[in-house]
């Protein structure tokens, strides 16, 4: 029903900076909170930065002060601008959407835990 894309991903220099996005496509009425989290390798998946449709914001604290989420409703649109990165950023960056409001038959209906397919991040000199 709903697809969460990806991209910006690639490779940069400790200091640098990415802008990820990921864009949901679907018969979407609203989405709620959208997030990004990330997984480096032999670890478990981490939270980065979440966005309530409204704008409010929240960090983990390895990333405050470098990276912004902000997010376009009317594309259906989050974005991830990292700065000051460092390599222990490097890790595959991963959109959620944990609850989408869709188009359902004439109606409107809850549908849960949406992920993107992930994009690359490293960070290395």
């Known amino acids: 029903q709903v697809q969460l894309v990806e991209s910006g991903g690639g490779l940069v220099q400790p200091g640098g900076s990415l802008r990820l996005s990921c864009a949901a496509s679907g018969s979407i009425f609203s989405i709620s909170t959208m997030g990004w989290y990330r997984q480096a390798p032999g670890k478990q998946r981490d939270l980065v930065a979440t966005i309530t449709s409204g704008g409010s914001t929240n960090y983990a604290d390895s990333v405050k002060g470098r990276f912004t989420i902000s997010r376009d409703n009317a594309k259906n649109t989050v974005y991830l601008q990292m700065n000051s990165l460092k390599p222990e950023d490097t890790a595959v960056y991963y959109c959620?959407?944990?609850?989408?409001?869709?188009?359902?038959?004439?109606?409107?209906?809850?549908?849960?835990?949406?992920w993107g397919q992930g994009t690359q991040v490293t960070v290395s000199s």
């Open positions: 959620n959407a944990p609850e989408v409001y869709i188009h359902y038959s004439g109606s409107i209906q809850a549908d849960y835990d949406y």
